[in-house]
Each structure stands twice: as C-alpha cells, then as structure tokens.
C-alpha cells in the first residue's frame, strides 16, 4: 500500500521512524515534508499535499491511506480535511485507530507526536492500515451523506440550514 506521510517540527523525528517501520513492513511511503527542521514551519500545505495525494491515487484505483503528525495532531487533521473527499480522523487509542476505519472509512489519520510514544504510534498507524472498512449500510449512509454535503452543501431530507 501507498502511505502519504506529513508533518510538522513537532512530528518530525516520530515521522522519519515511522517511515522506516513503514517500509519495513512493505510498504511505499511518499514523505511530504519537512524534510528538515524548522521550529517556524507551518504544518497546512504539508498535510494538505500529502491528503491530496492520498485522493487523487485512491480515484486512480491505487490502494493508499495518509498518516499526518503535530504536536496535537488536531491542526493537521483539520488541514487534511479541507481536501475533497478526505476523511481525516484523531487517533488517541488502538479503538480510535479501528473505529476510524471500520466505520469511517478514513482515509487519512492524525496522531499528536508530543501525546503518544513511538511504539503508540506504530501500533495506532498498524491498526489503521489493516483494518478494513466494515461496509454496514448505516455507516455507508453517514459517509455517502458526508460527501453529498462536501459537493452541494445540503443534505436531502436532512433539515441542513443553509
């Protein structure tokens, strides 16, 4: 599988080991920056690149998934999800990292680099990578429902104020 990796200064060690381990495991890992320290950088476009990438190889039918670091992991969750049709998700904990994937089909996940250990980490991006989708018709749904709005900004039915 393809992993499109982001970060900022506070990520950037705990994302270079993750990219060894990564690969390690076989995958293929496009890193998109920092590629050097920098105590000022500014973590959007990083995660913005990396989440782009993540849709556009999944439209080309190439299996990928994002992994995006910060201090907090909040700021670059929330870039990610500025792409069309990225549903990035905050891991905090092994049933954060399933639930994420079993029943919203996340595409990118987020992880604070300053809450977790390294081995937290691994484990967290593991969990994630393998665990598939559950394909329940009420998470589809919410999902379908999700992207319905990202494209019009209503949902049918639904009572979205506008």
């Known amino acids: 599988m393809r992993i499109h990796i982001a970060t900022d200064h506070a990520g950037l060690d705990l994302s270079q080991k993750i990219q060894a381990h990564l690969r390690e495991a076989g995958h293929e ?12 950088d500014d973590y959007p476009a990083f995660c913005i690149n990396a989440a782009q990438a993540v849709i556009t190889d999944q439209r080309a039918g190439t299996e990928a998934l994002g992994v995006v670091f910060g201090g907090s992991g909040n ?6 999800n500025k792409v069309k049709g990225i549903r990035a998700a905050l891991v905090w904990n092994d049933s954060t990292a399933l639930l994420a994937r079993q029943h919203n089909d996340a595409n ?3 992880i604070g680099a300053r809450q977790h250990t390294e081995d937290e980490a691994i484990r967290f991006i593991d969990l994630f990578i393998a665990e598939p989708f559950s394909e329940e018709e009420r998470h589809a749904r919410r999902i379908a429902q999700l992207a319905e ?14």
């Open 29 to 40: 890992v496009v890193d998109h920056g920092p590629t050097a320290y920098d105590a000022l």
């Open 75 to 80: 700021g670059e969750q929330i870039a990610a």
């Open 108 to 110: 990118v996940i987020s």
């Open 149 to 162: 709005y990202e494209a019009t900004g209503d949902i049918a039915g639904k009572g979205v104020d506008h």
